[in-house]
């Protein structure tokens, strides 16, 4: 069981930046891709950046040049740089990891979500 703790949420302007944590619990298997999903209110989550073990990264079009995703594998910790945030940004950010046992099976992981409020 990996437990997944998100922090860095909060109030800010428009424009202005945040930075959010996720730091996961100790694994006994390797984490592979860790990712920030986010759910606006009544829409679906969505993927927002994902990066992999070998530091790959991918992110949802509408936060390209603005979010920057990375990682810390030695503390199993992934943060998302948010800067230029608009109103669309806001919304419950979401971490997520994925972890493969030995068997090959692959367990997904979530964090309880931090918020994220854009003001005008």
């Known amino acids: 069981q990996v437990q997944l703790v998100e922090s860095g949420g909060g109030l800010v302007q428009a424009g202005g930046s945040l930075r959010l944590s996720c730091a996961a619990s100790?694994?006994?298997?390797?984490?592979?891709?860790m990712g920030w999903y986010r759910q606006a209110p009544g829409k679906q989550r969505e993927l927002v950046a994902v990066?992999?073990?070998?530091?790959?990264?991918n992110y949802v079009t509408s936060v390209k040049e603005r979010f920057t995703i990375s990682r810390d594998n030695a503390r199993n910790t992934v943060y998302l740089q948010m800067n230029s945030l608009k109103h669309e940004d806001a919304g419950v950010y979401y971490c997520?990891?994925?972890?493969?046992?030995?068997?090959?099976?692959?367990?997904?992981?979530w964090g309880q979500g931090t918020q994220v409020t854009v003001a005008s």
């Open positions: 990066i992999t073990s070998g530091g790959s990264t």
């Open positions: 997520k990891a994925e972890v493969r046992a030995t068997t090959g099976i692959m367990y997904l992981y």
């Open positions: 100790r694994s006994r298997f390797s984490i592979n891709t």
